[in-house]
């Protein structure tokens, strides 16, 4: 049962989701808020901020795309996307913008409630208490800080907990799917395993700056990634 001070934004033009979702979510001790439409979100983000948001893509106004961009461009709060089965490549970039999970309409309000549980217990981990130090490289998962080369580089909470993760154990090979255990802590029978893959790549942009030479999560190919320390 999530604590009451848990509150949820649901963004989605239509009224029976909206409505089915935020009873359930209700039920499930969250405290949750809804909007119809972009601009209408954005003014909620501001005056009531949340804990976590659940956002369609296909909203009018500020479509879902352009707010997730926004939000992400000022702070890390957890989003999950809502998109329609055939919404493939807006899915990808939804994930690439920083979204941290994605529920695929239909869904069943029971999945949604878990994903948002998930999200919302890996967004504030327990950290491990000592700075990870590779070779120009510093993980600090206590001030969740990524430094390479004296430069502080911005991650998302679930780029840092992968990175962290896989840096924890250097040369361990991890399949997508227990990668999606561990770090989303959900099941790949929910989630897609090439989520594990769009956060990988942006971790690499990130972190190489520029050069392949810096590479820090290798591919085993048709077994998972790897942290070369």
């Not at 033009?13 to 969250?30: C, H, Q």
């Not at 999950?80 to 869904?107: C, M, N, Q, W």
């Not at 909470?157 to 399949?175: G, H, I, K, T």
Request: net charge negative; hydrophobic share 45%.
């Amino acid at each position: 049962m999530a604590s009451p001070a848990a509150r949820v934004l649901v963004v989605d033009d239509e009224p029976m989701i909206r409505e089915v979702v935020a009873k359930y979510l209700e039920r499930e001790g969250f405290e949750v808020d809804t909007a119809a439409d972009g601009r209408k979100a954005a003014d909620l983000l501001e005056a009531r901020p949340p804990d976590l948001m659940v956002l369609d893509l296909m909203i009018p106004g500020i479509d879902g795309l352009e707010l997730l961009a926004s939000v992400r461009r000022r702070s890390d709060l957890p989003i999950i996307l809502l998109t329609a089965k055939g919404e493939e490549s807006d899915r990808v970039l939804g994930l690439e913008l920083g979204a941290d999970d994605y529920v695929a309409k239909p869904f069943s309000p029971r999945e949604l409630a878990a994903r948002v549980r998930s999200v919302l217990r890996r967004s504030t981990p327990r950290p491990i208490e000592s700075p990870m130090t590779f070779d120009g490289l510093l993980i600090d998962p206590v001030a969740r800080e990524v430094i390479v080369d004296g430069q502080v580089i911005e991650l998302t909470a679930r780029e840092f907990d992968l990175l962290a993760f896989l840096a924890s154990s250097p040369r361990q090979v991890f399949s997508r799917a227990q990668l999606l255990q561990q770090v989303w802590d959900s099941s790949p029978h929910w989630q897609d395993p090439s989520t594990v893959t769009v956060h990988v790549g942006r971790i690499r942009q990130k972190i190489e700056l520029g050069d392949e030479a810096r590479r820090r999560i290798e591919t085993v190919f048709g077994v998972g990634y790897r942290f070369e320390p």
